[in-house]
DNA sequence: TTTTATATATGCTATAAATCATTTAAATTT
DNA sequence: AAATTTAAATGATTTATAGCATATATAAAA
């Protein structure tokens, strides 16, 4: 559980939607009008590590979309625990999921590195869909690539054992999120179980045996791919 | 895994779209041109239970939805073993996951009870939603639901253990889809662990347990629910 | 700085659930 | 109707992983 004091900066009308770098990857072609109407009473905001940037059953006022950073989706449990639905990175629409089926968000929204989001109006949103047939395929397609991701992912899940899910999770932020074998950590040993459903003592263990086993060496949060082909084994199973 | 002959009949144009009872709930209200297109090039198939509709891999070259019967959605892994995502009942647009973010499903459908299915062409939904704004929104909606409940049944199965997910699924077939507490099993013993991710052997021990509890009877297929209090403790936990 | 809380680290133990083995029953197929 | 396959049923055994305890390190707060 998260209990975070919010202390987020508002920086407004920094970027304009037409020079973002993820104005055509999120809408498309949009026309003048289209884009005015989206830059209108559009804020950023910056969040800081730690921070949580939307409540599950908080109500639903805009739509958000990240512009740098990382977060976390996830859900808590009666019993307080947290489940990791998803990591969101740069360009992705956070609140994709909840913004069409309720007016409260169905997950907790927190930063895991410092992030700055895209606070946009909704009702602009739900208007431009209903006027532009475009949109609503692109969103549609990003909704249910969303969806295809989360699902697939608790697929491949379930079919690992402890070993074969931190493999997975390492792989994860080296080829999916960083890019490199030497990155820092987002997230913590507890977080890691959270979102690849192991618990703590067993996520440190691995961790520990994969360094024993000369497969990654770790200095805290720095951690380093040191053997991939090993990893890719572990992960598919062997 | 399923490799079932398929011995679909194919019976045209028995029932139009305007008297469908699930037209309204499904596309809300377009005009006559509008039901024109949908009905135009349109089939309804029945399968028997057991027979698979469609084929994870397939191409998409239509979409469906259930106008009676009960369908699995699920996906094979390396090893054989099938892992079910959900049930869809009628009214379900079974392949709205799959037909926006590819051209091939991301699952199988399987009936497990005989089951009638419209088959529609997909340009046609396409051209519709790109053209009718109030249809984008209400499939964003569909979709968003459609992805919600998968994703919170994961959630609810991951904080349960083996009676608890036993009591979960019971309920679901009793509260969610016959609305009574006396019905026959659609799913086999296997499938049912193929559903709440546990094995056949612990599916059929606690489902013996339940019966020498009186929580449940049984004979077969036929399943009757004697204690729903019971089930609802053992559901939440207990 | 000192205190407090949180995160990381390991060993030991308990246990839930998978696996293996075997039997009976019910469907399919020939 | 006989043969074969698939499903259901239980008992015994193994194993992976959760749970508990405790220590150290690191980070946050007083």
């Known amino acids: 559980m998260h209990f975070n004091i919010f202390r987020m900066r508002i920086k407004k009308d920094i970027i304009s939607c037409r020079t973002c770098v993820y104005r055509q990857l999120l809408f498309g072609d949009l026309n003048d009008i289209e884009y005015g109407l989206i830059n209108e009473g559009r804020t950023e905001m910056l969040f800081k590590r730690g921070e949580t940037i939307k409540h599950e059953g908080e109500a639903i006022q805009s739509f958000l979309y990240l512009r740098s950073g990382l977060v976390k989706l996830y ?41 700055l989001v895209c606070d946009v109006n909704l009702e602009v949103l739900k208007y431009l869909v209903s006027t532009n047939g475009n949109l609503s395929l692109r969103l549609l397609n990003r909704m249910s690539k969303t969806s295809d991701e989360i699902i697939d992912n608790q697929f491949e899940l379930a079919q690992k054992q402890v070993k074969g899910r931190v493999a997975h999770l390492l792989l994860f932020f080296a080829n999916q999120i960083y890019r490199k074998n030497s990155f820092n950590l987002p997230l913590t040993r507890r977080e890691i179980g959270e979102l690849i459903s192991i618990t703590t003592e067993n996520t440190i263990r ?33």
Chains 1, 2 share one sequence.
Do not use: C, Q
């Open 75 to 115: 859900k808590t449990d009666k019993t307080g625990k947290d489940h990791i639905l998803s990591i969101n990175k740069p360009g992705d629409f956070v609140s994709l999921l909840s913004i069409f089926s309720g007016n409260t968000y169905r997950y907790s929204i927190t930063a895991i590195e410092d992030t």
């Open 206 to 238: 691995t961790l520990s045996e994969f360094r024993k086993d000369g497969i990654i060496d770790m200095d805290g949060r720095k951690l380093m791919i040191l053997d991939k082909d090993r990893l890719d084994i572990i992960n598919k199973g062997g």
